[in-house]
């Protein structure tokens, strides 16, 4: 903790005073919240957050402190920094294995106690999405991460293999989270992990399928993801999109993204499966979504609090995506039969 004068700055030039708990540097992004109860070391880590400062609306954050790696979502933190409304800095947690402060520290991450995260929260949904920064000390300029191509940073720069199967399923790594790798290796195929960039077309690979993964920033700088995709709706290979995925999937095929007011990012977002009565609990974390359906596909999924796209799925071939995440860490399971189902495709 720190008496140094600390600072979360808006950019419509409005400015809260709150206290330093993490690394002891200004940082800018964009404002983003989670309202989940729990999970934070898995939130940190998701690469989907990268360039945001993320605002927990729930109190009580470090209570249990900090989990060995094997249970992180990536190798690092990719949060800029982090905003809360109660630090506890006496963990309680047998995996424990340092608290949220010494993580926070070790891997230069500014962060915040603000007395009311909850109030942050509602000016976010009522303006929107807006730049921040976490001003601790030298004051600095504001940016915007979604200027740059954050997918270039969070993938893999070489190619990786995990698990044994006798069907192999290439994963396309837009900043994946190592959970969606688990639910695969898990199902019994060998998976085959390449940069966001990867030439799948002229490349020597035998594959059985397609998993495109979840990552930040905006759809539209991903062309040579796009280009992919596209080749693979050619040949037919089956192919799920997960959150980024699912916005790739839909520019691909000829359909259109746009950027939502606030997001969704939280472990309890409802959806219901079109043409039916079956609603699901979510977890999620994306800032754009599909607006224009592409031909030859249909909605497969809604949000029921705005009505927003989270899924497509094509007619008659085996390509299909979901906004969500159904490997969740953290968040609810409901939805780990959307795996089976590519994997039956498979």
């Known amino acids: ?47 989907s957050y ?32 982090l905003i809360v409304a109660q ?70 720069q070489s190619v990786q293999t995990y698990g044994k ?6 994963l396309i790594d837009c900043g994946v989270k190592e959970n969606i790798v688990r639910s695969l290796v898990t199902r019994n195929v060998k998976v085959i992990r390449v940069p966001w960039n990867y030439d799948l077309a002229n490349s020597s690979l035998l594959y059985d399928g397609v998993v495109v993964s979840n990552g930040p920033g905006d759809p539209k700088m991903c062309h040579e993801t796009i280009n992919t ?4 709706l050619k040949i037919h290979k089956p192919l799920l999109g997960i959150c980024l995925g699912n916005q790739l999937l839909a520019l691909a095929a000829g359909g259109d993204t746009y950027k939502l007011k606030f997001g969704h990012r939280g472990q ?39 009505k927003t796209n989270e899924g497509i799925i094509h007619t008659s071939k085996p390509f299909f995506s979901v906004q969500f995440h159904p490997e969740a860490c953290p968040g609810p399971v409901d939805t780990q039969w959307v795996f089976d189902t590519f994997i039956s495709y498979v």
């Open 165 to 170: 199967g006798k069907k192999t399923v290439v």
């Open 229 to 232: 995709i596209s080749h693979i």
């Open 268 to 306: 309890n977002q409802p959806c219901r499966e079109i043409g039916t009565s079956r609603c699901f609990l979510t977890t999620q974390n994306h800032g754009y979504a599909v607006g224009k359906i592409p031909p030859g596909f249909k909605p497969w999924f809604e949000n029921l609090n705005d």
């Open 50 to 81: 990268r360039g945001q400062l993320l605002v927990l609306s729930y109190p009580l954050i470090g209570n249990y402190g900090v989990p060995p790696q094997d249970f992180w979502e990536s190798s690092r933190i990719h949060v800029a920094g």
């Open 87 to 156: 630090y506890v800095d006496t963990p309680s947690h047998w995996q424990s294995k340092q608290t949220l402060r010494e993580w926070l520290v070790g891997q230069k991450i500014p962060a915040l106690i603000i007395e009311d995260t909850r109030a942050l929260v509602q000016k976010i949904r009522t303006n929107g999405a807006m730049l921040g920064k976490i001003t601790v000390g030298a004051d600095i300029e504001f940016s915007d991460p979604n200027k740059q191509n954050l997918v270039s940073i969070v993938s893999c």
């Open 1 to 47: 903790m720190s008496n140094q004068p600390s600072y979360l700055d808006f950019q419509d030039g409005s400015r809260i005073e709150g206290e330093s708990f993490g690394y002891k540097q200004s940082i800018s992004g964009e404002l983003a919240f989670s309202t989940g109860m729990t999970g934070y070391p898995e939130s940190l880590t998701d690469p």
